[in-house]
């Protein structure tokens, strides 16, 4: 089991740190260093101050993460060792019920990978429209000769 997580950890990682490095980047630290020089602790500069700022990043990360987990074989296969019932994971399980030739059940655990699947979708496109929304709400709040001081 450690095995197993730890592949599929270093597998699905990046896809966290490549939403949110660039995010970062462009958020700059100015409100960081202002809330320490304020006498902030680096806890309380996390938690008020830079997780606000990336929690949408964080969850469109944490939702490639979980898709990529589900479907994810290669590294898990090699690291496994094909216990059954300890460390299957759902695509393992559906080629172990293919080759013993139940193809009722692997169609069926099957469909509920394609069905997480679309859940992580419509989670997906729900983070997407509200991110659209709140930029849509910044853009209303800030007055017209607001923009040209900017």
């Given amino acids: 089991m450690p095995g197993i997580v730890l592949a599929t950890t ?8 490549r ?10 630290s100015e409100e960081e260093l202002a809330a320490v020089s304020l006498g902030a602790s680096g806890w309380q500069t996390f938690w008020r101050v830079t997780l606000p700022n990336i929690r949408f990043g964080l969850f469109y990360g944490v ?11 290669g590294a898990v296969s090699v690291v496994s060792g094909h216990v059954r019932g300890l460390t299957n994971t759902m695509p393992l399980h559906v080629e172990i019920l293919y080759n013993e030739y139940q193809t009722a059940a692997a169609f069926t655990v099957a469909s509920l990978l394609a069905f997480l699947a679309i859940a992580t979708l419509v989670a997906k496109s729900l983070l997407e429209w509200r991110l659209a929304q ?17």
């Fill in 10 to 17: 270093f597998v699905t990682f990046p896809f966290v740190a």
């Fill in 19 to 28: 939403e949110l490095i660039p995010l970062m980047q462009e958020q700059g």
């Fill in 63 to 73: 939702v490639l993460v979980n898709a990529r987990a589900m479907g994810e074989f």
């Fill in 134 to 150: 709140q930029k849509q709400l910044v853009d209303v709040d800030v007055p017209e000769g607001a923009q040209e001081v900017l």
